[in-house]
């Protein structure tokens, strides 16, 4: 089955760096786009960014566009998003979500737990 | 970008009773519109996809329609475990959005 795992959320200071990471099992990662998805406490959905099934193409939110970074490595069936410059404001529960496509950006058909960064002094 | 606007934000129903959901899209998506329901505490799970193909393993009572800009999420009769938040999202081009969230509630 489909399993998606997120970790390296937890506790950073303003202007400080986050890697998040998301393993990937059950289904051929090197086949799908990938996302992660963010949620502010009591808030709704927010895209954040998207990668391609060989990372080739990438794509951000304006509102973080210059501060997060997707990549991924297919080799280890892992997901990663490097968030530098972090704001209070980027204080979320951070998805992982798989594409249903490879390169088009469609639905998300399967998500990880998520995992809870917040941005203090 | 394409801006999701969902009514109403949050409803009052009681087990049984048939509720519709909109959502309008700022501009054209053709089909490229899913929906999504959210359990407090828990990622959200994927119901509808191409505004009206239900995703395997969903149940039949849920059944979408629409195209363009105007879109619906009708629960047909609406069972104890359903009273949570729903979410549209297209993905008409390469910047998916979502839509704000609608609450249902038990009235």
């Known amino acids: 089955q489909v399993q998606l795992v997120e970790s390296g959320g937890g506790v950073v200071q303003p202007g400080r760096s986050l890697r998040l990471s998301c393993a990937a099992s059950g289904f051929t990662f090197s086949s799908y786009g990938m996302h992660w998805v963010r949620q502010a406490p009591g808030k709704g959905l927010e895209w954040v960014a998207v990668?391609?099934?060989?990372?080739?193409?990438?794509n951000e939110a304006d509102s973080v566009k210059g501060r997060f970074t997707i990549s991924r490595d297919n080799s280890k069936n892992t997901l990663y998003l490097q968030m530098n410059s972090l704001r209070a404001e980027d204080t979320a529960v951070y998805y992982c979500?798989?594409?249903?496509?490879?390169?088009?950006?469609?639905?998300?058909?399967?998500w990880g737990q998520g995992t809870l960064v917040t941005v203090s002094s | 970008d394409i801006q999701m606007t969902q009514s109403p934000s949050s409803l009052s129903a009681s087990v049984g009773d048939r509720v519709t959901i909109t959502c309008r899209a700022s501009q054209d998506i053709i089909n490229s519109l899913a929906w999504y329901q959210q359990k407090p505490g828990k990622a959200p799970k994927v119901l509808l996809y191409g505004a009206s193909r239900l995703e395997s393993g969903v149940p039949s009572r849920f059944s979408g329609s629409g195209s363009g800009t105007d879109f619906t999420l009708t629960i047909s009769s609406l069972q104890p475990e359903d009273f949570t938040t729903y979410y549209c999202q297209q993905y008409y081009n390469d910047l998916p959005t979502f839509g704000q969230g609608t609450k249902v509630e038990i009235k």
């Open positions: 979500a798989k594409d249903k496509a490879d390169v088009a950006v469609t639905f998300f058909d399967y």
């Open positions: 990668i391609s099934n060989d990372g080739s193409k990438k």
